[in-house]
DNA sequence: GCCGTTTTCGGCCCGACTGTTTTCAGTCG
């Protein structure tokens, strides 16, 4: 997605839920938000599209939404939209964030108790204004204080890491009774943050997983518990739903719970096309059900006539227009990694010793790693003043000759960029180092355009190998910082300096998109995974997660090559 | 509102679960 388009999606993402609200044609919203997943996903800013007039070639953008977008995107507000939003109270569009509330229900708690906010609406179920309305009960009432409370709680979105971690402990739970089980949605596409859990299972005995499912000891409230589906929420906050199928439907399902939904909508058509219906069962015959296709992905695809789509993919990014031409990249994978530069020790911030980051790194097969403590400035990280910086040299020197370990430690130093965009230390000290990183720990506030020249200003410098975590941002507490994302890239690859993929569970930066478009622009990249303790070294997988979702293949990647011609991609 | 090797009008992905029903509407993914 381009970020540009945020505005224009939005636009028509609301216009969709005041026409729903106030209960127009039932299509016309499904049409409004067909049009913003569309300009959602495209690759560049939609005023490029106005321009060359290709905008009502999007699908699902016509006659009518192209010039809605026009006016926006020209002006900056929309006259339709204004006259939409004076037809109901501003108060209204928030209630649909609340779980089990949706537009059918906003309108009539509308029309029918005058409810126009959150207040209102837990005030009227505290009173039982609510369940006295025909078609609405005690228990409605009650649902919808539930998730009231859970909207005014937590944030509603996770990490990676967590979801892995919550994942296999359910799967460990239910294996017992599962012959296949495994975690789905957008944990399987290895999205850098996941609103739930997705489990399928292939089981003869849905009623005892369903069971076991639901005294899962996290769990504190059950949402639903069916004969193929259930639906807790954890006390963390975590929605996890339950998908119990036969064994034949298990790739059916698999893949219809990974998503992503739009990835779904296009297999689905793609299905029709060829006179078939694709649901959570089985591929099978549009007239007369027969099963063609469901026991496992791999089946499915190859019968829509398509090369198996990896997870990360199935974003609607053009992956399945390429794997018809059989043009799908070999993604990158965590056993192509020969290397992992960004590793910080005990000398600065991290817990472990150098050798003990060492003996990691030659545990998972590495041929070579490298230290990269902070530089003087990182006060706080406890960065190496220029005289312990001569001495982590010697030491790794004497390290490598010692004839001790089988892998190759470089030394080298994640170097802060100062705000004037020098680095931390002089050319001197930095070229006897094996590589640079160099990275913004500072002043992350800075104006686009003085970021942008601070980062070009680092990269000019002859002695940066790697530009590290390059936006700076840390889910769910740090913004990325403001810069031009395409003059940095296009420098980098002019610079020859190395763009990380910093896999550190909070940061996965660069971020998919950015590795998509910066994949454009010609540069490589270098997985790394940024530890502070020796146990992280297996973070690199997150860092690859994000390498694949940005369509990355083993050549794209500089760690994933021997150690000779790495040393002279670096040196 | 969009779209078309079944259609320029009449469809629009589709199935599970819940609650309030007495056969179904609303929500979700």
Redesign the pocket.
Known sequence: MDPANGPVVSMLNEIADILEITGS????P???R??ARTIEALPKPIQDYIKDGSISE?????????QKVKEYALTGKLDYLEKLRKGIPPGLLELLN?????????GRLYMELKITSIDELQRACEEHSV?KL????????E?ILQSIKFYRGSSRRFILSTGDSVASSIIAHLSANAKLIEAA?SLRRRKETI??L?VIVASDDSPAVMDRFVSYPDVSIV????????SVLLNSGL?V?LRVVDEKSYGAALLY?T?S?DH??EL??LA?DRGY?L???SLSQRNGDQFVAGRTEKEVYDALGLQFIEPELREARGEIEAAREGRLPRLVAESDIKGDLHCHTNWTDGSSPIEAMIEAAENRGYQYMGISDHSKSSKIAKGLSEEMMERQLKRVEKLNSSGKYQIRVLCGSEVDIMPDGRLDYDDALLSRMDFVIGSVHSRFNMEKAEMTERLLTAMSNDYITVLGHPTGRQLGSREAYAFDAERIFEAARDKKVILEVNGSTERLDLNDQLIMEAKRHKCVFMLNTDSHHFTSLANIRYAVSMARRGWLTAVDVANTSDLKEFSSMIG
Do not use: C, M
Not at 223 to 230: A, D, L, V
């Open positions: 044609d039932r299509f016309r499904i049409a409004y067909r049009a999007l699908p699902g953008v016509g006659e009518a939404i192209s609340l779980q089990e509330v949706g537009p059918k229900t906003v369940s025909k078609g609405f009960g005690e228990k409605t009432e649902r949605g609103g739930d997705d949402y639903s518990r069916g004969e193929t589906k259930s929605q739903d719970f998503g939904k779904n909508v689905r058509n029709i219906k649901n959570e069962y």
